[in-house]
């Protein structure tokens, strides 16, 4: 089946991977695109590390020398996904880390810790959601936040995803955040497709909320924040669409 990504590209070219182990064909149009910042790390004590996305530590633009290699090589990390931790250690911080499925298991997790008060560092992207430090900060602990990215939308779809879901050959369109699936929702209609003739697969109730809201209804949800999930759901509406295409090829014989 083939899957429009609208992810930033390099994501982008990861999940069309996954998905070529899966079967499936993927039409890249990225509405991010992700630019560092050249935040700087803050000076004094730190305790931890916080980071939600891989793109923290791949746009992280600090000096070589800054934080020192012994604070990389021994903060703890607290992070949301395994692809995090993974990108973590490729930018040699190597300390202990406590993974969490998402930013609000993430805060449980650390407060339940107990070790309060405690100052974190947190990578993040300039556009994203207060939850996790107004968490944080309420339950005592300190944050000093590093915009170390910016997202930049994109100003149309790509020829190829427009032309293909014209000619209603995308199978399936994958939303992971709020702010991309709303950014796709305003380029579509922009360019006047009918999303309704489109299935639109959320890796949660969040990044399903902009559709949801414009009364579009071919949403599915994945059962867990993760992309695995989502490929659950690609791999039963491949399954559904093979299984009409048989049904259909058989009347078109039995009509013979």
């Not at 004094?44 to 746009?59: H, N």
């Not at 607290?78 to 190597?94: D, I, K």
């Not at 993040?124 to 430090?133: C, F, H, I, N, Q």
């Amino acid at each position: 089946m083939l899957i429009l990504l609208t992810r930033s590209l390099e994501e982008s070219k990861r999940t069309a991977a996954s998905l070529a182990r899966e079967g499936h064909e993927a039409v890249l149009s990225p509405v991010l695109e992700m630019v560092p910042t050249g935040g700087i790390w803050p000076a004094g004590v730190i305790d931890g590390v916080i980071a939600t996305s891989a793109r923290a530590f791949e746009l992280f633009s600090a000096a070589e020398d800054w934080p020192l290699p012994e604070a990389r090589r021994l903060l703890p990390l607290f992070l949301v996904g395994e692809r995090t931790r993974e990108v973590a250690r490729e930018r040699s911080f190597e300390g202990p880390a406590l993974i969490a499925p998402d930013a609000k298991t993430l805060a449980a997790n650390i407060d339940a810790l107990g070790k309060v008060p405690a100052c974190f560092v947190y990578l993040a992207g300039r556009d994203r959601k207060p939850d996790l430090e107004e968490s944080l900060t309420g339950a005592g602990h300190r944050i000093e936040p590093v915009e170390v990215y910016a997202a930049q939308p994109a100003e149309s779809l790509s020829d190829a995803a427009l032309d293909l879901a014209a000619a209603a050959k995308i199978g399936a369109v994958l939303h992971y955040s709020r702010r991309s699936t709303e950014i796709f929702l305003r380029l579509a209609r922009k360019a006047a497709l009918d999303l309704k003739r489109l299935n639109h697969v959320c890796i949660s109730h969040d990044a399903a909320a902009p559709l949801l809201d414009a009364k579009i209804h071919e949403v599915l949800i994945a059962k867990t924040p993760d992309e695995q999930a989502m490929f659950s759901i690609v791999n039963t509406l491949a399954g559904l669409s093979e299984l009409s295409l048989g049904q259909d090829k058989k009347l078109g014989q039995d009509k013979e």
